[in-house]
């Protein structure tokens, strides 16, 4: 019986025989009934895999633009983020003085520290989603291991 054809993988209405199949509370005598086939061969079918790899790769490709939008999500945060550390520490304040006024540097550092501390959340979760970070209980190292900050600090074109 290895060359036997899978009469359900060759039907018509596959589709929703598989959707039925993989329901909640799905009742296969029912849904064999339903698309006149007989019970051993729905179940062949089930048993046979014949279901679970269309589930898994449809899981799979799910899974792949859940990960992406929320990849997409974490960008547009960062550049939120980003721009408010730029801005907090590219304040600037006027003042007047004997010779009229004067525009002197007036960073806002404990915004731009918080918002720092933000952008690090930020990198450890979008490493999480990307796989770069692991557990200790993941990589199988419990002791000497150590941790990296990576830190955002604007130039604001102070270097030029």
Known sequence: MAGRKCTICDHPKRKDIDKLCVADGAVFRSIAKQFSLSNPALLRHINGGHIALKVSKA??????????????????VEKITKQIIDSALSQKTTIETEKGKKTIDTPDHKT???AIDT??????????????????K????????SESVVIYIPDNGRDK
């Open 119 to 136: 952008r690090g959340k930020q990198i450890e979760l979008k490493g999480k989603i990307l796989g770069a970070f692991r557990s200790d």
């Open 138 to 145: 993941e990589s199988g190292q419990n002791k000497g291991s």
């Open 59 to 76: 899981v799979k490709a799910h899974d792949i633009v859940e990960a992406d939008n929320l990849l997409n999500e974490i960008t547009e």
């Open 112 to 114: 731009a520290l918080k």
